[in-house]
């Protein structure tokens, strides 16, 4: 098992760009979260996915974050315009179960 | 909001030595995960507690839950540099194990 797959692993950006992220949870697993990281905030849940239906954004920032899941093996996390405090690493996790989550390698996002 | 406090932020021991961190929630605590995350890499589920009073271990490390399901502690006995990394407590007050707020982390550093 490849494990939970995020592309791309570092993304340098300017200001105001478009940025995509995006995810290929483990096959099977029904819930997919999307997570941030950063220093000043620690790991913050952004927003959890159910048999790819949205269950939970309250963690998304503000309008310019948005998260698709179209289907069961791909989400996408995009922010859109950036902003330099939007610089963090982008886990994405998935999980079949009540326990054990598992997570991605991270995107580490670099807004200039 | 909830809070979860995770204490110390930082520890640094003697290889061989033993290391304990503590999560403290102000509320009634569903369930607690613990995750290590190495140095540059992603958090890695460790373990779920959910009785009142359990204890679980894993070789080396081991797991209390307070019997007020408030509060938590992993305990490694005589640490080996493998055991770098930070250790988050991750807790659930709601039921719903997916929504987890994840504590700041204890960053452990073990000396040769």
């Known amino acids: 098992d490849a494990g939970v797959i995020q592309s791309p692993r570092h993304e340098v950006t300017e200001m105001g760009q478009e940025v995509t992220l995006r995810c290929k949870p483990i096959s099977g697993h029904d819930y997919l979260f999307w997570y941030r990281q950063t220093m000043m905030r620690g790991l913050e849940l952004l927003i959890y996915?159910?048999?790819?239906?949205?269950?939970?954004d309250s963690g998304m920032p503000e309008d310019r974050f948005s998260a698709k899941m179209p289907n069961a093996s791909f989400s996408t996390l995009k922010i859109q315009p950036s902003e330099p405090r939007d610089s963090a690493v982008y886990f994405c996790?998935?999980?079949?179960?009540?326990?054990?989550?598992?997570f991605g390698p991270g995107t580490r996002l670099t807004v200039t | 909001g909830q809070q979860v406090m995770q204490i110390p932020q930082y520890q640094h021991v003697q290889e061989g030595e033993d290391f304990t961190t503590y999560c403290n929630s102000s509320t009634t605590l569903s369930n607690i995960q613990w995750y290590k995350q190495r140095p540059g890499g992603h958090p890695v589920f460790l373990i779920q507690?959910?009785?009142?009073?359990e204890v679980k271990k894993q070789k080396r490390l081991t797991f209390q839950f307070g019997e007020a399901k408030k509060n938590s502690s992993l305990h490694i006995t005589a640490t080996q540099t493998t055991d770098v990394g930070t250790y988050f407590c991750?807790?659930?007050?709601?039921?719903?194990?997916?929504?987890?707020?994840f504590g700041s982390g204890t960053q452990l550093t073990v000396l040769p």
């Open positions: 507690l959910v009785k009142s009073g």
């Open positions: 991750a807790v659930s007050i709601s039921g719903s194990a997916r929504q987890l707020t």
């Open positions: 996915f159910n048999n790819n239906v949205p269950i939970d």
């Open positions: 996790a998935s999980s079949s179960s009540v326990a054990d989550k598992y």
